[in-house]
């Protein structure tokens, strides 16, 4: 807050149905516009005013949406605290596997991120935009990004700090206006826009329909022998409407579930499940 790394620590307790949550943040917030702030990114990070009440509604009445449904249930949306953080966020899983891209998160992190020692190690913050533009394309190249996601993430990290771009501005776009505007973005193309708009606006019915991951899953799911291309995974969200994008995130989930890379705890709302590993580094939102 105000230029200071910040760490944000959240625990829940409570029951599924009246569940609580307890934020701790070092540094404590010295001002009621730091408090607001931490409970906007909490808000967005959690989704904690989203109302999943026609989610459910929805998923009752359909056979195949609610056993999935249940399985995840209580899993509210997350969506990046910046527009910014979810498009380097693409950048960075761009044709790569999950894990892969997140690795690749950590190492920016590690190195444009600012440092926080704690007594339980070193943890970095997500780079912002000056962070990122202060470094020589050489650094990123070393870590393991491609020239083209080198180039388009200085491109853009120059441009919002010399107020070229406001990025944020997006969110209050409605979608076709969004979506063009994401994909003027270099290095955007069709599956880094839906995922923008998704991860970063909360548009929580837009499916990214080129995720190849997600159509293998939603596949699977139907019971098809093939994965899906982007028109059938269109047609095969329609019912769904206006929650494709929750049907993605349950699919993922269940997707990280049957690989192992969730486990049980009596401390989050519903399912019970928490991500084991594909965890990013941890984040400071100031």
């Known amino acids: 807050m105000a230029g200071r790394p910040t760490e944000l620590a959240v625990r829940q307790a409570g029951s599924p149905a009246a569940p609580s949550l307890t934020v701790t943040a070092t540094p404590r917030p010295r001002t009621v516009l730091e408090r607001r702030r931490i409970r906007l990114i909490l808000d967005r990070l959690l989704g904690l005013r989203v109302d999943l009440t026609d989610w459910y509604r929805l998923a009752t009445y359909d056979a195949r949406l609610r056993p999935l449904a249940e399985t995840f249930r209580g899993m509210k949306p997350p969506r990046f605290p910046t527009v910014f953080e979810a498009v380097v966020n693409a950048f960075a899983c761009q044709q790569l596997s999950l894990e892969v891209g997140l690795e690749l998160l950590n190492r920016l992190s590690t190195i444009a991120g600012a ?35 080198v180039r388009a993430l200085l491109e853009l990290a120059n441009a919002i700090v010399r107020r070229e771009l406001d990025l944020e501005s997006v969110a209050v776009e409605d979608d076709p206006v969004a979506r063009e505007r994401l994909l003027e973005l270099r290095g955007v193309g069709r599956w880094s826009a839906e995922y923008v708009m998704l991860r970063g606006l909360g548009r929580l019915h837009v499916f990214p329909g080129d995720d190849v991951g997600a159509q293998k899953r939603m596949a699977r799911w139907l019971g098809r022998p093939q994965s899906l291309d982007y028109a059938e995974v269109r047609r095969a969200v329609t019912p769904w409407q206006p929650y494709a994008g929750l049907v993605y995130f349950h699919l993922l989930l269940d997707g990280l579930k049957q690989a192992g890379a969730l486990e049980s705890t009596h401390e989050t709302v519903g399912s019970g499940a928490r991500l084991r590993r594909y965890d990013h580094p941890r984040r400071s939102p100031g």
């Open 115 to 149: 440092r926080v020692e704690t007594p339980h190690g070193t943890h970095y913050a997500f780079p912002a935009e000056r962070d990122i533009a202060r470094l020589p394309p050489e650094r990123y190249r070393a870590i393991g990004l491609s020239h083209q996601k």
